[in-house]
């Protein structure tokens, strides 16, 4: 079962009904023990950083998820993604989960139209259990912060003025897509797909 | 590269496709979740559900209309039409859309857009237009349905829009709007020019040309049809491929 974690931010029926298109078994949840007993995570959101941290905290879910982070698939989500990063500065400096090195900044070069909106190509950086069946792959982007992250935990990236992080992880049990792949037609599907398959 | 968006819309009264001129002699020509499904298969990029039903009943049914389509198709919906209250995009949202878009309640009421922007994010709130050329250069904006000038300056207006904290802006020109002869590339670069947000571009579309068009001419991001895809004069995919032949990046 994958538990798409219920915190009050973003559009998490999406997650949910392409997870149900899919046939992999999902449950949205924001209870301890059913993400202790999940086979894999999901992390969505949509909105800003620090109020999705302040509800993750309210929520006392923050130490649970980096728990269960060590011992299972985890897949953040857009801002979910960017909350795997060790901080943001998205209005103020705001600490997140720490689960990969790295920091989240404004998308901040002159004459590009922000947010970063629209289908952008895929760049595959390092192989990924998440590309498997991916060929060229156009995916769905909508954002207006970026993360900054190590090369070796950048999977895939996409080109909008400089590099922008798409696909990142930790080498071991967290990954994360800025892109949302429930958004993303059958490229997004495809990777939702192998991410249950895991 | 970021792609140019091809986006169909779909005009839906009481849970039916329909279209008309004009509001006049509108007929039904279908189900509105077979008509997203079917655009999703010709490559469309996001699909716009534009709601013109005035009742309550018919908003429930246009919400089952998302609620049905969101679970068959997977690229971004956009609902416009009727949205006048943070309830009602928080009702629309939770139905499965993913922006939805504002026009005439947000010219007599802006705070709608920053207090959905403020909720829901930047990224879910569109602010659709649609203006009218009362000197070459100048434009004024229009609410319902293109038939009440409320005199506001349209690049006054596109500016407080992007401040308010809108994530895009769908620009409808009435000048060219049902004339079918190409999108108000004046207007368009005008409006594209005073923001840094997304436009999309709507009103005007009657051939295969017009879309690259607007894409080679402006810096708008999309470009928006309706009757040219409903009738299949053109599919999406044409509209791509003509695109991508004049060397427009499109997914």
New interface residues.
């Given amino acids: 079962m994958i538990a798409i974690i219920d915190y009050g931010a973003g ?1 998490i ?2 997650v949910k ?2 997870l ?2 899919l046939g992999a078994e999902c449950r949205l949840t924001s209870d301890i023990k059913e993400l202790e007993e999940a086979d894999k995570l999901i992390l969505p959101g ?3 950083f620090p109020a999705a941290m302040d509800m993750l905290k309210k929520s006392g879910l923050v130490r649970a998820i980096k728990e269960q982070a060590e011992k299972k698939p985890l897949l953040g989500i857009c801002l979910g993604m960017q909350l795997l990063f060790e901080k943001s500065y998205e209005f103020e400096e705001c600490e997140g989960l720490g689960l990969i090195k790295g920091y989240v900044d404004r998308i901040d070069e002159p004459g ?10 895929l760049v595959y950086n390092h192989d990924c259990p998440l590309f498997e069946g991916l060929e060229e792959s ?1 995916v ?5 912060y970026k993360a900054f992250c190590d090369d070796k935990d950048l999977y895939a990236y ?3 003025g400089s590099r922008v992080s798409a696909v990142v992880g930790d080498g071991k049990f967290v990954f994360g897509t800025q892109f ?1 792949p ?4 059958a490229a ?2 495809k990777m939702l797909e192998n991410f249950a398959k895991m | 590269m970021l792609a140019k968006r091809i986006i169909p819309c779909l005009d839906v009264r009481d849970g039916k496709v329909v279209k008309g001129v004009n509001f006049e002699g509108i007929k039904e020509v279908g189900d509105p979740v077979e008509c997203a499904y079917e655009y999703n298969l010709q490559g469309a990029d996001e699909i716009v559900f534009y709601d013109i039903t005035a009742s309550h009943e018919g908003r429930g049914v246009m919400l089952d209309v998302v609620r049905n389509t969101a679970k068959k198709v997977f690229v971004p919906l956009t609902v416009g039409g009727g949205i006048g209250s943070v309830d009602d995009i928080r009702e629309t949202l939770r139905a499965g859309a993913d922006k939805v878009s504002v026009n005439s309640q947000a010219v007599k009421n802006p705070q709608l857009i920053k207090d959905g922007a403020d909720i829901f994010g930047s990224q879910c709130i569109c602010v659709g237009i649609d203006a009218k050329a009362i000197a070459p250069g100048k434009w004024t904006v229009y609410i319902n349905g293109g038939r009440i000038d409320m005199g506001i300056d349209l690049i006054d207006w596109v500016k407080q829009i992007e401040q308010l904290g809108a994530g895009e802006i769908c620009l409808n020109s009435i000048d060219t709007d049902g004339v079918r002869g190409g999108f108000d590339l004046p207007m368009l670069k005008a409006v594209v020019d005073a923001v840094s947000i997304p436009v999309i571009a709507s009103g005007g579309a009657g051939k295969l040309g017009d879309f690259a068009e607007a894409f080679l001419k402006t810096d708008c991001s999309a470009a928006l049809a309706a009757s040219l895809f409903h009738f299949k004069e053109l599919t999406v995919q044409q509209v791509k491929e003509d695109c991508r032949s004049k060397g427009i990046n499109v997914r």
Avoid: Q, R, T
Wanted: hydrophobic fraction near 35%; proline fraction near 3%.
């Fill in positions: 559009n029926f999406s009904n392409a149900d298109y949509v909105g800003a590009l139209v922000i947010p970063h909106m629209g289908w952008n190509k156009y769905y982007f909508v954002h207006s996409c080109e909008y949302h429930e958004k993303s037609g997004g599907l």
